[in-house]
């Protein structure tokens, strides 16, 4: 596979999935805390994410394994509840000196940081406030924006504003699936306009605290395929297109929300200044792709508001999530945002699968059905970059096994194992591979 010697070759976690230490050092609650210890249990086997990797422990080894692996960079999150216990006002100090410290370990390693303000991790003082429903909470994300990259701003290379505030806005609010645990279409969509003014927001700070580094959002996008070519199965697509992917990428590229969808939910839209959405499109360096699934879809009736039914594909493989293996849609993805939004770069900032692996034999985890996804996805995203698609990196989901939210611990996206108990790392043969693809990506290029 054939990549430019720049391609940056990265792995992403996130905060709260890897971290652990939840009371230590002054950090304050966060929502995935409270919604993890509220009965009934809503996570599976009731696990948290108390302990997760203790990565806040072990992050110099985990910086180890990733030179072993030879990673060229790191997507990680910041926890906010971590930096500012109470989501505003006072700092803590030891939070914030344990990004320091994981930043310069990373450069004395060669990997360059990309750090994710918000990956879901809301302070729980915060969502006391109404949380993203709250006008307020674009000064509080822009403030938490200020003094984290203050700090690390010189040495932070890539920054990535929100991790897939499609799910933070609709799974949390409107599907239930995530914190706040709301079922109210319009409370989603009110979160979805302050996560996109928020973000607005914080791009002119990050650009006077951080003027060399690239700046980015990190969105969940689906390629949706009608399931014939009958015109109601054609607008079911574009209905769920438009929901899914076009909700946030017309307000960051273009300024604005897209009409056909804000007509199909302008009742949901009572208290939003749809206008006031073009301080969302604040130019960026970079789009963040995080692709796992397409979507197939046919019309289905007339309840609202989306009238659309996921239309299972019989032949296809899929995940342990569940979830179809279609690397042609990662494809077919980037060659539609390159057409339609023509973004000036795009990191992969998330892609990877969850497999039932077996248990380490000989100090090596088999899982041959996650090489393939990645050699797939990686020889997908190399044919969007021959065909023009401006794909400067790729970052696996995920570094390490970790706490899938509501999944727990049951599903493992990691290219490392970690021990349910020991917390002890073992690079899976996927990491093998990986490594190898790094190394031959270089040698390509002599
Ligand atoms: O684990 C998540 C991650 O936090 C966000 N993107 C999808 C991953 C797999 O579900």
Redesign the pocket.
């Known amino acids: 596979m054939p990549f430019p010697s720049t391609f940056l070759w990265g792995a ?1 976690t ?1 905060s709260y ?1 890897i971290e652990g230490a939840v009371r230590e050092d002054g950090r304050g609650e966060s929502v995935w805390d409270r919604f993890c210890h509220t009965l009934p249990p809503r996570i599976a086997r009731g696990d948290t994410g108390d302990t997760a990797c203790d990565h806040y422990h072990r992050f110099r080894e985990d910086v180890a394994l990733m030179r072993d692996l030879g990673l060229q960079a790191y997507r990680f999150s910041i926890a906010w509840p971590r930096v500012l216990p109470e989501g505003t006002g006072r700092v803590s100090a030891a939070g914030v000196s344990f990004y320091d410290h994981l930043v310069d370990e990373l450069l004395r390693a060669g990997i360059k940081p990309f750090a994710t303000l918000y ?2 991790d809301l302070p729980q003082a915060l969502q006391d406030r109404g949380g993203w429903l709250n006008p307020a909470s674009v000064e509080w994300f822009a403030e938490y924006t200020d003094v984290i990259s203050r700090r690390l701003g010189d040495r932070v290379q890539g920054w990535i504003t929100h ?2 505030p499609w ?1 933070v806005a609709f799974v949390g609010h409107f599907y239930a699936g995530h914190p706040p645990g709301l079922a109210d279409l319009t409370a989603a969509c009110q979160a979805a306009h302050h996560l996109l003014l928020a973000h607005g927001a914080a791009v002119p700070v990050l650009r006077r605290n951080a003027p060399l580094a690239e700046v980015g959002i990190a969105l ?1 996008l689906n390629p949706v395929y009608p399931a014939s070519d009958r015109p109601a199965d054609q607008a079911a697509a574009c209905r769920q297109d438009g929901f899914l992917n076009r909700w946030f990428l017309d307000p960051l590229f273009r300024g604005t929300y897209p009409d056909d969808m804000v007509a199909l939910l302008q009742e949901w839209l009572p208290r939003i200044d749809l206008a006031a959405v073009r301080a969302a499109a604040a130019p960026l360096d970079f789009l963040g792709v ?1 692709y ?1 699934i397409r979507n197939v879809v046919e019309h289905a009736g007339d309840e609202l508001p989306l009238r659309l039914r996921h239309v299972p594909q019989a032949e296809a493989e899929t995940t342990a ?1 569940g979830w179809e293996i279609c690397p042609k849609g990662l494809t077919d993805l980037l060659l539609r945002l390159k057409q339609d939004y023509a973004p000036k770069a795009i990191y992969i900032t ?1 892609n ?1 699968a ?1 497999f039932d692996d077996p248990p380490p034999r000989d100090g090596v985890v088999e899982d041959p059905q996650r090489v393939a996804y990645l050699r797939a996805h990686l020889m997908a995203t190399e044919a969007a970059l021959s065909q023009g698609v401006p794909v400067k990196g790729y970052f696996v ?2 570094l390490l096994d ?1 706490f ?2 509501t ?1 727990g611990y049951e ?1 493992r ?1 990691g290219i490392i194992h970690v021990d349910p108990v020991t917390r002890a790392r073992i690079p899976k043969r996927s990491a093998q591979y990986y490594r190898q693809v790094i190394i031959n990506s270089a040698a390509h290029e002599g």
């Open positions: 992403a996130s999935q990956h879901w991790n897939e799910i969940n995080n796992y999530m998330e990877g969850a989901w995920s970790n899938e939210w999944h599903k996206f």
